[in-house]
C-alpha cells in the first residue's frame, strides 16, 4: 500500500477543522434559526468523508495477513529515535471505526448545541473534527512517541469543548479533566523516557518504533520493566478511567454538552483500554502478568463501585458517566484476565459500549434540553408525550444493561466467560455488576418516564428528523451486531492471538468459547456466532 | 626588558569585538547626534550590530578546529582567557537572535503614544514638574540600546570565559546595565526604581560571594585558568575545604543569576518593576548566558569533582522546581507569574544540567546533557520572549494592566492574541507539539541517561503543578466574563509583531520538526579544555 491512507484519515478531519476556523463566523449570539447551518454542513461533509475513508480501509483490511496494515513509517525527530509511523491491526482498526461512526452522528445530534456555548458555533464543530483526527492518530500510532504525543494532544480539543460550551461548572469540570489527564500523562511521559534510555542502550541506538521496542524490551531488567509498565498504566487508568482515579469522568460528563460527553467516554477514554493491550501488554508482558493480580482487583472494584453509585445519582449524565466507570472495568477485567475470550470480548466492547454508551448520551441530552434540567426527578410520564424518544432511551438504556440480543451483551458475555475460565470468583463479583445494571437503568426509565406526566413535561416535543436520524444508525448498528457479532470478531481475534502469545499464553482460543455453553442461559446463537 | 603584547585573534572574537563596537559607537551617538535622530540611528545601529555579529558567529562557527579526536572543535584564544567552541558559538547564535528580537522589543513607539517604554527623562523624580515636563517634551532615552549592547557583549563573554577573572568581569558587564535599564520604566517609575535598586543590592551582593569564590578557588589550585583549576581538582592536591567552599560561593554567584532558588527572591520583584522589554530581554538572554556559563565552569574547571557538587545541585534543582510551580499558584501579576515560570524552567534545565550524561555508545546519536540543555535554551528563550511581546499589548488607562484580573475575558475580546498567549502558556507547561514539551523531553531524557531518576519523578510531578497555574491563566482569558471594563489589546507596530510572530514561530517549528536545532546542539559537541 503506497498511498498514505491512515495520514489522510487523520489529516482529513483536521483539514475540516482547519476550514471551520477559517470559515466566517455565524452569528451565534442571536436566538433563532435564522442563522445559517454551514458551520454544521461542513463539520458534517468532513466527517461523512473520514467515515466513507475509514469503512473503504475496513473492507480492505486483511484479519489474517500478520502485524500492522497500511503501514507507513518514516524518521520524525532522529535524536529522539521518534518516526511517524502508522499502522493497523484489528484492534485499532476497531476504534478507528468506532471514532468515525461516531463523529458524524454527534455532528448531527449537536447541531444547536453549540448555539449556547460562549463561543462561536464554528469553534465547537472545529474542536470536534479536530479531537476526531487526533484520535484516529493515537488508534493508528505504531511509534511509541507519537502516540504519547497524540494522546496529550487530543486532551485539548476535549477542554476547550466542555470549558467552552458546557454547563454553569464548565470551568472546574473542564480544568480537573485536564489536571488529572495532565498527571496521568506526565507519569506516562517518565516511562517514556524510560523507554527511550533502554533502547538507547541497545545495539540499534534509540528508536520508539513499537516492532523494533519489542524484542529491546524482551530483555529488559524485571525491576525496570515493572517500573515503566506502571506508569503507562496509571496514565491508561486514569484516562480510562478506573477505581480509585475515575472522579473527574462524572463531573466532566454532568458539565459537558452531549456530544462532547460522546466524545470523552465513547472515543477517548477508549484509549485508555486500548493502551493497555497495546502496550502494557505488549511492551511489558512480564510486568503485566506481574500486576494482574492487583489490576483484576480494582477492575472487579471498578464494576461494583461504579454501578452501587450510579443507582444513587440524581442527575442523569453522572449516572451515565458512572455505569460506564462500571463498564470499563468490565473491559478491563477482559484485558487482564489473558484469554482470548476475555480480550476479544474486551475489544468488542469498547466498540459497544462507545454505541450504547453514545446513544444514551445523546437520547439523555435531548430529553435534557427539553426540559431545561438534567435531575431525575424533574422528569416523569415521558413515554406518554414523546413515545419515540422514550422508545429509543429504552433501547439505549437496554443496551446499556447488556440485554441478550443487543450488541453489548455479546461482548458482556463474552468477558464473563474469559473471567470464569480465569477464576469463578471474578466472574461471580462481575455477575453482579449486571444485576446493578439492570436496576440503575431500569430505575432511571421508570422514575423518568413513566408514571403521571408532570406539569413542566407536558407539551414535550417527540424527537425531531434530524434527531431521528441521528439515532437511527446506532440503534441499527446496536441491533445488527447484537445478532451479527462475526465482521467485528473475525477482525478481533488474530490481532488478540497476537497480544497473547506475546504475554506467554498462546491458548487455543475460539473452541474453548463453545466449551462453556453450559454458562449460557438464554438461547444465544449469537455467542455461537462469535466462534 | 621587553612588555610582549598579548595575542589576540580578532578575527575569531570578531562577533564579541562587533557588539563592543556597537555599543561605544552608540555611546557617541547619543553625544554628538541631535536628538530626533537618535532614536533611528540607535535602533538601526542595535539591529544591524546582532545581525553583523549573528553572521560573523556563523562565519567563526564554519571554522572551527577539531580538537579530542573530534569530539570537541575550537580553540582557546587571547592567551587563553576566552574558549571560543562548538557550545559558545552555539550560544552566541542564540543570544544575538534573540538580542535582536529584543531589539525590536525595545523599539516598539507605537503603544506608549508615539514614544518607547522608557522614562524621558530618568533623573526627573517621579511625579515633579521636571518629570512632567520631560514627557510634556516627548523626551526618551535612546540610551538604552547602547546599555543593551553592553549587556548582550557581556553575556557573549560569560559562558565564553575560560579563566575565572574573565568570567567575573563578564558578569559585572552583563549586570551593570541591566541593573540600569530596570530602572528606566515610563510607567510606575516607583516600582521600577525599587526594582532596580533591589536587583543591584542583591546583585553586588552575589557578585561579592562569586569573588570570595573565585579566590577561594585560586588559593585551592594556585591560578584562574580553566585548564588549571581542572588540573588542580584532578590531581586533589591542596585543601579540599578551600575548593568546596570556593565551589559553594562561586555557585551562589551563578545561580543568582539563572534565578535558582533559594537564591531566587529577586526575580518576581524586578520582572514586575522592569519596563517589560527588559523584562523580556532580562528573562530570555541572562538565563542563556548564565547557563553556558553554569555549564563551563561546572563541566570543565570543576568536572573532577563532580561527586563533591552533584548533591548540592540535586537539591537547589528540587527546590527550584518546586519554588517555581507552587509559588507561581499564588501570583495574581502576570509578569510575577512568568517570573516564577521562568524560576521554575530554571529548575528544569539545572535537571537536565546534573544529569552529567555524555554519549558513551557506539551509536552516538543519544541525547547528551550539554546537547539537551542547550536546546532547552533555545525554546525557552523563544517562547518566553514571546509571552513578554503578548504582555506588553495588553493595556488600559494606566499602562499596561499587568493584574490577572484584567486578562479575564481577553479570549473574547480579542480572540488572536489571547489564542497565541494561549499558546506560549501550553508550551511552558510542556504540552506535546510544542517546543516547550520537545526541550522538557530533552533536558529529562538526558538526566535519565544519567541516572538521575528521582530527580526526572520529581520534575514530572512538579511540571504538573506547573501547568496548573499556567492553565489558570488560560481559564482566565477563555472561560471567566470579563470585571468591568475589560482589557483592551493595543495595536503595535510591526516591530512588536514581529517579535512574537518570531516566537511563535520558533514554538511551533521546535515542537514539531525539532530535528535541526537539536542536531545543532550536538553539533557543537563538548567544550575545549
Known sequence: MS???????????????????????????????????????????????????????????????????????????????????????????????????????????????????????????AWLLALEGL?????????????????EATLLPIYFLIGGFGGARRSYAATKFLVYSLLGGLVMLASVIGLYVESAR??????????????????????????????FFVAFAIKA????????????????TPGTSVMLVS????????????????????????????????????????????????????????????????????????????????????????????????????????????????????????????????????????LPG????????????????????????????????????????????????????????????????????????????????????????????DTLSHVGRADPGPTVTGADTEAETGADAETEGAD | MTVEAPHIEYG????????????????????????????????LLAIAGTLGAFAATIYVGTRLADRADGRARGSIVAEGAIAVDGPTIFLWGVLLLLSFVSVLLFAERHLDGGVTAFAGQAAALPGTEAEREASTRGLEHTEVFPLMMFAVAGMMLFPASNDLLTMFVALEV?????????????????????????????????????????????????????????????????????????????????????????????????????????????????????????????????????????????????????VGSIFALTQSDIKRMLAYSSIAHAGFLLVGFVGLYQATGAAGSEITSLQSVLFYLVTYGFMTIGAFGIVTLVRDAGGEANHLSRWAGLGKESPLVAGVFAFFLLSMAGIPLTSGFTGKWAVFTSAAQGGAWPLVVVGVILSVVAAYFYLRVIVLMYFAEPAGEGPTVAVPSVLTVAVIAVGLAATVVLGVLPGPVLDLAAQAGAFVR
Open chain 1, 135 to 151: 484520535a484516529i492518530g493515537v488508534f493508528a500510532a505504531t511509534d511509541v512517541f507519537l502516540f504519547y504525543v497524540l494522546f
Open chain 1, 241 to 256: 478511567p478506573m477505581f480509585p482515579v475515575h472522579t473527574w469522568l462524572p463531573d466532566a460528563a454532568d458539565e459537558a
Open chain 2, 174 to 322: 552583563l549586570s551593570l546595565p541591566l541593573y540600569l535599564l530596570c530602572g528606566l520604566a515610563r510607567r510606575r517609575r516607583l516600582l521600577s526604581q525599587e526594582a532596580a535598586l533591589k536587583y543591584f543590592m542583591l546583585g553586588a551582593f552575589s557578585s561579592g560571594f562569586f569573588l570570595y569564590g573565585i579566590a577561594l578557588v585560586y588559593g585551592y589550585a594556585g591560578g584562574t585558568s580553566f585548564a588549571a583549576v581542572a588540573e588542580a581538582v584532578a590531581g586533589r592536591i591542596g585543601s579540599q575545604g578551600l575548593l568546596l567552599g570556593g565551589v559553594a560561593l562561586m555557585s551562589v554567584g551563578l545561580l543568582f543569576k539563572v534565578s535558582a532558588a533559594p537564591f531566587h527572591a529577586w526575580t518576581p520583584d524586578v520582572y514586575q518593576g522592569a519596563p517589560t522589554a527588559v523584562t523580556g530581554f532580562m528573562a530570555v538572554c541572562t538565563k542563556v548566558a548564565a547557563f553556558g556559563a553554569l555549564l563551563r565552569l561546572f563541566y570543565v574547571a570543576f568536572g573532577g569533582a563532580q561527586r563533591d557538587w552533584t548533591p548540592m545541585i540535586w537539591i537547589v534543582a528540587i527546590v527550584t522546581m518546586a
Open chain 1, 3 to 125: 498511498f498514505p491512507w491512515l495520514t489522510l484519515a487523520l489529516v482529513l478531519p483536521l483539514t475540516g477543522a482547519l476550514v471551520l476556523m477559517l470559515l466566517p463566523k455565524s452569528s451565534s449570539a442571536r436566538p433563532g434559526e435564522s442563522a445559517s447551518a454551514l458551520p454544521q454542513q461542513v463539520a458534517l461533509a468532513f466527517s461523512l468523508l473520514t467515515l466513507a475513508l475509514t469503512v473503504g480501509l475496513a473492507l480492505r483490511f486483511d484479519p489474517n495477513a500478520e502485524g500492522f496494515q497500511f503501514e507507513e513509517v518514516h524518521t520524525w525527530i532522529e535524536g529522539f529515535g521518534a518516526h511517524y509511523a502508522l499502522g493497523l491491526d484489528g484492534i485499532g482498526l476497531t476504534l478507528v471505526l468506532l471514532t468515525a461512526v461516531l463523529t458524524p452522528i454527534v455532528v448531527l445530534a449537536s447541531w444547536g448545541d453549540a448555539d449556547r456555548g460562549r463561543w462561536s458555533v464554528n469553534s465547537f464543530f
Open chain 1, 406 to 497: 443487543l450488541s453489548p451483551f455479546v461482548s458482556e458475555f463474552l468477558v464473563m466467560t474469559g473471567a470464569f475460565v480465569r477464576d469463578w470468583w471474578y466472574a461471580a463479583f462481575a455477575v453482579l455488576g449486571m444485576v446493578l445494571a439492570a436496576l440503575y437503568i431500569l430505575l432511571m426509565y421508570q422514575r423518568t418516564m413513566t408514571g403521571p406526566v408532570r406539569p413542566a413535561i407536558e407539551g414535550m416535543r417527540d424527537l425531531g428528523r434530524r434527531e431521528l436520524a441521528a439515532m437511527a444508525p446506532l440503534v441499527t448498528l446496536i441491533v445488527a451486531l447484537g445478532f451479527f457479532p462475526q465482521p467485528l470478531t473475525d477482525v478481533i481475534r488474530p490481532a488478540v492471538a
Open chain 1, 202 to 231: 541497545s545495539s540499534g541506538g534509540p528508536t520508539y518504533l513499537l516492532s523494533e521496542l519489542v524484542p529491546i524490551m524482551g530483555d529488559v531488567d524485571t525491576g525496570v520493566g515493572r517500573w515503566l509498565f506502571l506508569g
Open chain 2, 12 to 43: 575569531t572574537l570578531s562577533p564579541l569585538l562587533l557588539i563592543l563596537g556597537v555599543a561605544i559607537v552608540g555611546v557617541m551617538v547619543e553625544a554628538f547626534l541631535p536628538r530626533r535622530l537618535r532614536y533611528l540611528v540607535q535602533t
Open chain 1, 267 to 402: 472515543v477517548l477514554d477508549k484509549i485508555g483500554t486500548f493502551g493497555m493491550i497495546r502496550f502494557c501488554l505488549g511492551l511489558f508482558p512480564e510486568a503485566s502478568t506481574w500486576a494482574t493480580p492487583v489490576v483484576l482487583v480494582l477492575a472487579v472494584v471498578s464494576i461494583l463501585y461504579g454501578a452501587l453509585v450510579a443507582i444513587g445519582q440524581r442527575s442523569i449524565p453522572r449516572l451515565i458517566a458512572y455505569t460506564s466507570v462500571s463498564h470499563f472495568g468490565f473491559i478491563v477485567l477482559g484485558i487482564f484476565v489473558m484469554n482470548s475470550q476475555g480480550q476479544v470480548g474486551s475489544t468488542l466492547y469498547m466498540f459497544n459500549h462507545g454505541l450504547s454508551t453514545g446513544l444514551l448520551f445523546l437520547v439523555t441530552g435531548f430529553l435534557i434540553a427539553r426540559r431545561g434540567s438534567r435531575m431525575i426527578p424533574d422528569f416523569g410520564g415521558v413515554q406518554s408525550v414523546a413515545p419515540l424518544l422514550a422508545g429509543i432511551f429504552l433501547v439505549a438504556g437496554l443496551s446499556s444493561l447488556s
